[in-house]
Structure formats: C-alpha cells, structure tokens
C-alpha cells in the first residue's frame, strides 16, 4: 500500500512525460469512485478533471438517495451496479464517517390505476433481489399521517435510504488520494490519441500518458468519445430536474421517503427528508440541449410545489430555503453504456443517468476489474482493514456537529452552524474547495435559509478567491 501521502496538481501544469497506469477523464461521483478503485489496487492513477473543483457537472444537485435497484429493468447493466454500489456503500460509510439516514421508501399509488400497479411494483422489486411489501390504507395512514386522504396504498422498499451527495464523492477521491492516485482540476482535456501502448492525453494543463483511459465525462461523455476518434455509441441529452428545498420545520413532515408509481419515463416527483434536516420536493425530468446551465422556471416550480402541497397538504404554508436544478446525463439508451475495449486499453462508463449516486462504488469496481485485465493483471481489492480512510467533517444531523462542542470556533453560517475552523479545514483540506459551490457542499455554509445573505461578508474574508465567483443557489 501507499503512505498516506497526498499529489495535488490541481494549480500546477503538468510534464508531457507523466505516465500513468490509467487516466479517469471526469471528477464527478462516478470518476472519483473509479479513481478509489484503481488506487486501492496500487494502480497509477491520474483523475483529470475540467473545472476548478469536483463535482461540477451532473453530480452537482441530486435527490441524494441510496437506490436499492427496486424499480430498475432487470439484468440491465443499471441494476447490476446499483446494487454492487448500494452494498459497497454500506459497507464502507462508517469507516469514512459518512451518514446513511435509513428512511425507507414508501410508493405511494393516489388513484385506482396507480393502485392496481402496486402488486406488480411489489414482484418487480423481489424478482430484483429487493425486498419489497404491500401496505394498505390504514397502515400508510399510520406510518404517514400527514399524507392526504388521497393516498389509497403504498408499496414498501425498506433498504431505501438518503446519504450525503457530496461528502460522499469527496471521501472517494480523498480515499485515491490517499492511495497515491492524483487530481488534476482545471484540467479539460482537449485531445486524446493512442501510439502503440499509451494514449497521450492533452490537457489545457498540459499533456501526460496513460496506458487506460476511462472516460468519466457525464455530460459531455459522448464528446470524450470523439475526441479520442471512437465510434459514437450514445448521444448525451441533458434531462433537467427541478427541485424545491424546504426549511427544517418541514423535515418531519414526512418519514420515508415518498415516491409516486414511476412512468415508462421518469420516476416522478418525490419528497425526502434530506441528511441536513431539510425536506426535498422534486425533481422534474425535461429533456435540454444545453449540458451546462439548469435554470430553474417558475411556472415549473409552481406546478411542483402545487403537486407537493396535493400529497402533503402540511406543506402549504411552510418556508422554502432554496430552489435548484440538476442535469442527468441521459442518453437514448434507457441503460447505461459500459464499453470495454481491449484493444485499444479504453473503458467507456457514458449515460449514467438518474441513479450514479447509487451505483457509483459499483461503477469503480467493474471499471477496476475490468481495466486491471486490460493491463494484464486483475488484481485484487485489499481488505478495508487494510485501507487508508479519510474521516469526513460531520456536516450532516447524523452525527454531532462541531458548532455543539465547548471549545468550538466562532461561527461563520449561522443559518446553518458552520464554525470558522471547518471553512478553514475545507480551504485547506487534502481537496480544497475550488470553487464558491464547492465550498458550500463541504460546509454547508450559505445554504441555509438566508442563502449566504448573513455570512457572505465572512466568506470573502476567509475565502477572497471563491468569494468572487457567483454563490449560487443549491440544497
Ligand atoms: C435531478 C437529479 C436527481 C438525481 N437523483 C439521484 C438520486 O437520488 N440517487 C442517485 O443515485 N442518483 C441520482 N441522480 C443521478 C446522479 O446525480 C448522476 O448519475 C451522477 O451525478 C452522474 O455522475 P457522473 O460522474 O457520471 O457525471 P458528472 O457529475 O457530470 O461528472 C463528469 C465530470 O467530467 C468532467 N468533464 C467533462 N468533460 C471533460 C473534459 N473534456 N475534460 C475533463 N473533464 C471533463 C465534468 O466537468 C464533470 O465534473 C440524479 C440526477 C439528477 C440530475
């Protein structure tokens, strides 16, 4: 195993003769998982990210639940990585100090065809190796008490759960990093070709090798294939979803986490309480050509919040902290695209839609067993006893907070408790914050109710070079 040393090339260019084992092209949930994978095996593994932080693209906003794979087509790829992801995750989340609130989920049927649906929904889910039980009026009125009279039965998934969305890809790339592997940000790459056993990766950072590449790219996944001159296989289509965050009087509102009977296109609208004590109503799901920004439309929230307060008549009336949107890397497959090539020492892991959170540990591992193959030797995972782990900041209800220690530091975010000293460790953390949402995913601060109003002033003190940069709206 490696020491616990950390490589950040994030502010430096690099030499053209870097050579590594493998390149993730991508430093969204899915990449920073790969990367975890590739480095525990003692592979040389290079993370080459565009922007000036993790998590910028589709990994951005998200419902942030732990999907079982209830509802997915059996024996697709989605399904088999889910729950590989799922199970990793559990297995794995106290070691790196990460929450998993275990809510459940409820599938709520609110007319008479939604009901008739129910049994099947319930099968779906036990055929996938899911548990999953039936639940009539009396007893969702019971488990549910807010929920309106219009809510006729339910089906009950209980292993789904709600997890941090950014701690969680941070404790992966903290974790490569502690394998050796090394983060390139502000790195896009702009050219990809392959001599007789590398891929000479050009980035607006400069070059380096790989002997693999996996591309990682979500957005612009299909654009990565080009770059590298390979036959396009998916086309990215940008599917946009709208949230509304509720303010923590709302969090009880409801327990599990209540999703509609899903369409042939999307899951629908669903409420969860959220890790931080807010409760989240959302997303919608419409197609976009741009992959970059995601307003949100009124007229959209206006349905959703009237959807919201429809099944939760509680709602009306209660304050909403934030409204955001996310992009899914959708494609016009309704699977993901897994793509090995042997030849050519590529792995192509494209369209990881509406569920990459879930699947993403699973992702790393299949990406890792494969493209150890592609390198001549499958090598092993080492025991967890035998891995460096990183201890994420306690940012969650879950556990603690440091603002409820004596000694504490003076606080920064007052809507949302964040202490001076956790800005500080986030800033100068083994990933610093690069950017102003960066640092509000690792803290918290300026998400709270006030949205930044109240400790702006703090942070542009504390953070002169993010301050800059526009604090936009997120969960
Ligand atoms: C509304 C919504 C709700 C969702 N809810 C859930 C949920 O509850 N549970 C769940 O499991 N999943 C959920 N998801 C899905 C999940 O968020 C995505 O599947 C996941 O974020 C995809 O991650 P990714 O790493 O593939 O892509 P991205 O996050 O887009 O990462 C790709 C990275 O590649 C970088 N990149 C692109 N091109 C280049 C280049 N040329 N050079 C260098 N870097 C490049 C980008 O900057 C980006 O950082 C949801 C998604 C949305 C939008």
């Given at each position: 195993?490696?020491?616990?040393?950390?490589?950040?090339?994030?502010?430096?260019?690099?030499?053209?003769?870097?050579?590594?084992?493998?390149?993730?092209?991508?430093?969204?949930?899915v990449?920073?998982?790969?990367?975890?994978?590739?480095?525990?095996?003692g592979?040389?593994?290079?993370?080459?990210?565009?922007e000036?932080?993790?998590?910028?693209?589709?990994?951005?906003?998200?419902s942030?639940l732990?999907?079982?794979?209830?509802d997915?087509?059996?024996?697709?790829?989605?399904?088999?990585?889910?729950?590989?992801?799922?199970?990793?995750?559990r297995?794995i989340?106290?070691?790196m100090?990460?929450?998993?609130?275990?809510?459940r989920?409820?599938?709520?049927?609110?007319?008479?065809?939604?009901?008739?649906?129910?049994?099947?929904?319930?099968?779906?889910?036990?055929?996938?190796?899911?548990?999953?039980?039936?639940?009539?009026?009396?007893?969702?009125?019971r488990?549910?008490?807010?929920?309106?009279?219009?809510?006729?039965?339910a089906?009950?998934?209980?292993?789904?759960?709600?997890?941090?969305?950014?701690?969680?890809?941070?404790?992966y790339?903290?974790?490569?990093?502690?394998?050796g592997?090394?983060?390139?940000?502000?790195?896009?790459?702009?050219?990809?070709?392959?001599?007789a056993?590398?891929?000479?990766?050009e980035?607006?950072?400069?070059?380096l090798?790989?002997?693999?590449?996996?591309?990682?790219?979500?957005?612009?996944?299909?654009?990565?294939?080009?770059?590298?001159?390979?036959?396009?296989?998916?086309?990215?289509?940008p599917?946009?979803g709208?949230?509304?965050v509720?303010?923590?009087?709302?969090?009880d509102?409801?327990?599990?986490?209540?999703?509609r009977v899903?369409?042939?296109?999307?899951?629908?609208?669903?409420?969860t309480?959220?890790v931080?004590?807010?409760?989240?109503?959302g997303?919608?799901?419409d197609?976009?050509?741009?992959?970059?920004h995601?307003?949100?439309?009124?007229?959209?929230?206006?349905?959703?919040?009237?959807e919201?307060?429809?099944?939760?008549?509680?709602?009306?009336?209660?304050?909403?902290?934030?409204t955001?949107?996310?992009?899914?890397?959708?494609?016009?497959?309704?699977?993901?695209?897994?793509?090995?090539?042997?030849?050519?020492?590529w792995?192509t892991?494209?369209?990881?839609?509406?569920t990459?959170l879930?699947a993403?540990l699973?992702?790393?591992?299949?990406?890792a067993?494969?493209?150890?193959?592609?390198?001549?030797?499958?090598?092993?995972?080492?025991?967890d006893?035998?891995?460096?782990?990183?201890?994420?900041?306690?940012?969650?209800?879950?556990a603690?907070?440091?603002?409820?220690?004596?000694?504490?530091?003076?606080?920064v975010?007052?809507?949302?408790w964040?202490?001076?000293q956790?800005?500080?460790?986030?800033?100068?953390?083994?990933?610093?914050?690069?950017?102003?949402?960066g640092?509000?995913?690792?803290?918290?601060?300026?998400?709270?109710?006030?949205?930044?109003?109240?400790?702006?002033?703090?942070?542009?003190?504390?953070?002169?070079?993010?301050?800059?940069v526009?604090?936009?709206?997120?969960?």
């Amino acid at each position: 195993m490696h020491s616990s040393a950390v490589n950040i090339a994030g502010h430096t260019s690099t030499a053209p003769e870097r050579t590594f084992d493998v390149a993730v092209v991508g430093a969204g949930v899915v990449g920073c998982a790969i990367a975890r994978s590739f480095a525990i095996r003692g592979w040389r593994t290079v993370v080459v990210e565009k922007e000036a932080d993790i998590l910028e693209g589709a990994s951005k906003g998200n419902s942030a639940l732990l999907h079982t794979g209830f509802d997915e087509p059996p024996l697709s790829h989605e399904l088999v990585m889910i729950k590989a992801g799922y199970s990793i995750y559990r297995r794995i989340h106290g070691r790196m100090n990460l929450p998993l609130v275990e809510t459940r989920a409820l599938v709520v049927a609110w007319d008479r065809e939604d009901l008739g649906k129910l049994d099947g929904i319930a099968a779906h889910s036990r055929a996938n190796g899911v548990e999953a039980s039936r639940m009539e009026q009396t007893g969702l009125r019971r488990r549910e008490p807010n929920l309106s009279d219009g809510a006729l039965g339910a089906v009950e998934i209980p292993g789904e759960a709600v997890i941090d969305p950014w701690s969680a890809p941070l404790g992966y790339i903290r974790q490569a990093l502690l394998h050796g592997a090394e983060l390139l940000l502000g790195a896009a790459v702009t050219g990809l070709s392959r001599g007789a056993s590398l891929w000479r990766i050009e980035t607006s950072k400069g070059s380096l090798a790989a002997r693999l590449v996996v591309n990682a790219a979500g957005l612009f996944g299909d654009r990565v294939e080009a770059l590298a001159g390979r036959r396009p296989r998916f086309t990215v289509r940008p599917r946009k979803g709208q949230f509304v965050v509720y303010d923590k009087p709302a969090h009880d509102l409801v327990n599990a986490i209540i999703l509609r009977v899903p369409t042939e296109r999307t899951k629908g609208i669903l409420l969860t309480r959220t890790v931080f004590g807010n409760l989240l109503l959302g997303p919608t799901a419409d197609d976009q050509d741009d992959r970059i920004h995601a307003p949100c439309e009124e007229a959209v929230l206006r349905r959703i919040i009237a959807e919201g307060e429809a099944m939760l008549p509680a709602l009306t009336g209660q304050a909403i902290t934030a409204t955001f949107a996310g992009l899914r890397p959708a494609t016009e497959h309704r699977d993901y695209v897994l793509v090995t090539d042997a030849a050519r020492g590529w792995i192509t892991i494209g369209g990881i839609r509406s569920t990459g959170l879930s699947a993403s540990l699973g992702l790393g591992e299949w990406a890792a067993e494969q493209g150890g193959m592609l390198l001549g030797e499958a090598r092993r995972a080492p025991a967890d006893d035998d891995l460096d782990w990183p201890q994420m900041p306690a940012i969650s209800q879950a556990a603690p907070r440091p603002y409820q220690q004596p000694s504490r530091s003076p606080i920064v975010c007052h809507c949302e408790w964040v202490t001076e000293q956790e800005i500080r460790e986030a800033l100068d953390g083994p990933v610093p914050a690069g950017t102003a949402g960066g640092l509000k995913r690792r803290t918290r601060t300026g998400m709270g109710r006030c949205q930044g109003f109240g400790c702006s002033g703090a942070i542009a003190r504390l953070a002169p070079d993010l301050a800059a940069v526009r604090l936009e709206p997120a969960a």
